[in-house]
């Protein structure tokens, strides 16, 4: 079946080093990519998302590129803040065919702390 | 503020009792989704609803059922609570229209704690 792999954490960095956090996935099809971000004692929240290959997705200095070769969904930053720090969640869309049956399929999460 | 809201957002119960954890929204989607969360495991899905009596399996739905009666409110019990139960729960809801036609926005959790 689909599913998410993820790099596991913690990734521990200091202010303004480059960031990369990996993901691969198996899928059939042609699912969607997203990165999704917790931060302490919230729910998730989406940080960025690719519909097709080779698309870009981007968003607060967040880049990731949907990679269909070699199945893979990196997510990067170049300069990180001590605000990124948080839970880092890679996802796939599971649809089936059936736009009721939608739904994600979420890797196990890598924790990111950024050291001022 | 996407308009949803999980209640309670702490629980601590004993093993054995049923337990019925509310999501509701403002936002009149017509998909909704109950995840719970535990370290190692990322989110996992236990039940999802596609419409107003309308709900289906997730990977992980044995010891839990789901009600939705009406489009706002999505209802997830655990008839007789265990352990293996204490988790961290999330809703989610999904527009089914637009650019955010499969993007889930996440309430903020309710922390399940099974002695």
């Known amino acids: 079946g689909n599913s998410v792999t993820q790099m596991e954490g913690p990734v521990t960095l200091s202010e303004e080093a480059f960031l990369t956090i990996n993901c691969t996935y198996t899928?059939?099809?042609?699912?969607?990519l997203f990165w999704y971000v917790q931060y302490p004692g919230e729910g998730l929240q989406l940080l960025l998302k690719?519909?097709?290959?080779?698309d870009k997705g981007s968003n607060k200095g967040f880049e990731a590129t949907y990679r269909k070769e070699t199945t893979s969904f990196h997510l990067e930053k170049g300069s990180v803040q001590v605000s990124d720090s948080a839970v880092y969640f890679c996802a796939l869309s599971d649809e089936r065919g059936l736009d009721s049956s939608y739904k994600l399929i979420f890797g196990s999460g890598t924790r990111l702390l950024v050291r001022p | 503020d996407a308009g949803i809201t999980q209640s309670p957002r702490h629980k601590v119960t004993e093993t054995g009792t049923p337990v019925t954890l509310r999501c509701h929204q403002t936002?009149?989607?017509?998909?909704m989704y109950w995840y719970r969360q535990d370290p190692g495991h990322g989110l996992r899905l236990i039940h999802y609803?596609?419409?107003?009596?309308?709900?289906d399996k997730g990977e992980v739905s044995d010891g839990y059922s789901v009600s939705r009666s009406k489009t706002e409110d999505f209802l997830l019990t655990l008839e007789s609570a265990t352990s293996s139960q204490t988790s961290v729960y999330f809703c989610?809801?999904?527009?089914?229209?637009?650019?955010?036609?499969?993007?889930?926005?996440f309430g903020a959790g309710s922390r399940l704690t099974v002695l």
């Open positions: 609803s596609y419409g107003v009596k309308d709900t």
């Open positions: 899928a059939t099809g042609y699912p969607s």
């Open positions: 690719a519909t097709k290959a080779d």
């Open positions: 936002e009149n989607h017509r998909y």
């Open positions: 989610a809801i999904r527009d089914s229209l637009g650019h955010g036609a499969n993007v889930l926005t």
